[in-house]
């Protein structure tokens, strides 16, 4: 038996979680921020840097008192220590040293994203690989060939924007509330997608771009330079929200369908925060029914961050020897670039 303690922190929610063997949650412990961020419509970092260091000793003891369990009779302390806000990381990686170095119980460095790839193992742990994974957050938009849950060769990432982050910008212009991602999400529910049309960009294969699509929202709704107050009406700014979100929807399909397709791998797993998107959990499973493929998304509540992922990869990365030692270090960006053919 194994049973991991996950730590996450990398961004604005406190999360900590026991889970054994890889699947089995036994806690789940998630404080989000997203109350005290949002007074400043975005994730500001010293903010959430201080939040943090209030709640992850709480959080932590939360997470293995509701899994009945304590420090001694956990086997591993899995810890996000890469990408997300330097700071954040900090914490939670801190905490993760403390208590390796306390109990003696060993530490696993994990990569947030690939926490994101193996949230789907909770809801379909057979899924078979290889296996299309796109990874859409607020900081990441990335397709990936995953050969394991622990081998993933990147294909294709975001040239500026992620997919979130775009979310979040258009639902701050169309002034839809923070987080932008959800309430963008409920705005357009309903509402006739073409109504407002938005130009999709398809950079080089497997790549993808949000920032003109969000330049062209501004410019749609406040005027040629983007400077003019917001004047529709709430039915007018449903239809745009219906409109970009239907095109960033189509611009992730339509990567991810032509990547299964160049790869032959008919299965694609999405993940992230934006993975919670109900158009793009319609679009993208229909696509790729129609070429014969499965599309897998995780529950919402393994979409957006959470430990549960952290403490579940801890144990094919166990089964691999991937633990860390105590250099293990806070890394805020990990540029991963395709490796293309000239
Ligand atoms: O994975 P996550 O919790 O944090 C990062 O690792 O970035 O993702 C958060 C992002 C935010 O940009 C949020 O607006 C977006 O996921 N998001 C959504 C939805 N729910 C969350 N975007 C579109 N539609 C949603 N329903
Ligand atoms: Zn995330």
Known sequence: MFRCLGIESSCDETAAAVVEDGTKVLSNVVKSQI????????????????????AIGPVVEKA???????LDQIDAIAVTHAPGLVGALLVGVSMAKALSVASGIPLIGVDHIYGHMYANRFAFPDTQYPIINLVVSGGHSSLY????????????????????????????????????????????????????YFKRTYPEEFDFSFSGIKTGVLYHVRGQKGKGSLTLSPDEIADVAAGFQEAVVDMLTKQTIR??????????????GVACNSRLRVKLTAAAKKEGMEAYFPPPKYCTDNAVMIAGIAWPMSKAGLYSDLSLDAVPTKVYRATRPN
């Open 259 to 272: 990547a299964a397709k160049k790869h032959s791998v008919p299965r694609i797993a999405v993940g992230g």
């Open 35 to 54: 109350d005290i961020h949002t007074a400043f419509g975005g994730v500001v970092p010293e903010v959430a840097c201080r939040s943090h260091m209030e």
């Open 145 to 196: 060939l995953s050969r394991s849950e622990i081998d993933h060769d990147l294909l294709g990432s975001t040239v500026d924007d992620a997919a979130g982050e775009a979310f979040d910008k258009v639902a701050k212009i169309l002034e839809l509330g923070f987080p932008g991602g959800p309430h963008l999400d409920k705005a357009a529910r309903g509402r006739d997608p073409k109504k407002v």
């Open 64 to 70: 293995l008192s509701e899994a009945d369990l304590t």
